[in-house]
T-cell receptor, first 114, second 112 residues
Framework: ETGVTQTPRHLVMGMTNKKSLKCEQHLGHNAMYWYKQSAKKPLELMFVYSLEERVENNSVPSRFSPECPNSSHLFLHLHTLQPEDSALYLC?????????????FGPGTRLLVL | LAKTTQPISMDSYEGQEVNITCSHNNIATNDYITWYQQFPSQGPRFIIQGYKTKVTNEVASLFIPADRKSSTLSLPRVSLSDTAVYYCLVGTGNTGGFKTIFGAGTRLFVKA
């Protein structure tokens, strides 16, 4: 196991719903990431947190709201999503943001927006 | 940010050696080269990382020429379970944040 867990593994929600994705890392890492992977597309980096501070936001719509309460937990709050937001959402962590740091990924949450 | 170019797909047979080459002409001095493997509906998994010359671990080898403008992932004696997408990443960390750009990857299909 990678030491990074994500819940739920699958989620179906309507466009008016509010839901949250949870990520937890048991590796003692200081950096955490959210990625989006749409069907047959490359992974897209959404957010980066380092020592609980957001250090990267790749022009992600405001209907996605990340939260990092401590270095082990990362949330992605979802509200008023669109069908095109359906994708696999992956969480990852690394020891730090340093050059060449290896990222450890969770299994992902498969999201379907109806 | 260094952009990477890989073949979209490759086919191989069990027991063969597979070499996947990645081009990264604009690689910067501080950039490392990292390869990940991803199975369907799973997160990517680290395979190997290098900066220059050759790196080998229990899973693969990574060959990097002196100019570092390309790299080759070598998988010895592949099996059916090596069927996956392989990503080449070139990136660096800096005070402004760690930028990771995943390309389309190479879909490797291993046949019996």
């Amino acid at each position: 196991e990678t030491g990074v867990t994500q819940t739920p593994r699958h989620l179906v929600m309507g466009m008016t719903n509010k839901k949250s994705l949870k990520c937890e890392q048991h590796l003692g890492h200081n950096a955490m990431y959210w990625y989006k992977q749409s069907a047959k597309k490359p992974l897209e980096l959404m957010f980066v947190y380092s020592l609980e501070e957001r250090v990267e936001n790749n022009s992600v719509p405001s209907r996605f709201s990340p939260e990092c309460p401590n270095s082990s937990h990362l949330f992605l709050h979802l509200h008023t999503l669109q069908p095109e937001d359906s994708a696999l959402y992956l969480c990852a962590s690394s020891q730090s943001q340093g050059a060449g740091e290896t990222q450890y990924f969770g299994p992902g949450t498969r999201l379907l927006v109806l | 940010l260094a952009k990477t170019t890989q073949p979209i797909s490759m086919d191989s047979y069990e027991g063969q050696e597979v070499n996947i080459t990645c081009s990264h002409n604009n690689i910067a001095t501080n950039d490392y080269i990292t390869w990940y493997q991803q199975f369907p509906s799973q997160g990517p998994r680290f395979i190997i990382q290098g900066y220059k010359t050759k790196v080998t671990n229990e899973v693969a080898s990574l060959f990097i020429p002196a100019d570092r403008k390309s790299s080759t992932l070598s998988l010895p004696r592949v099996s059916l379970s090596d069927t996956a997408v392989y990503y080449c990443l070139v990136g660096t960390g800096n005070t402004g944040g760690f930028k990771t750009i995943f390309g389309a990857g190479t879909r490797l299909f291993v046949k019996a």
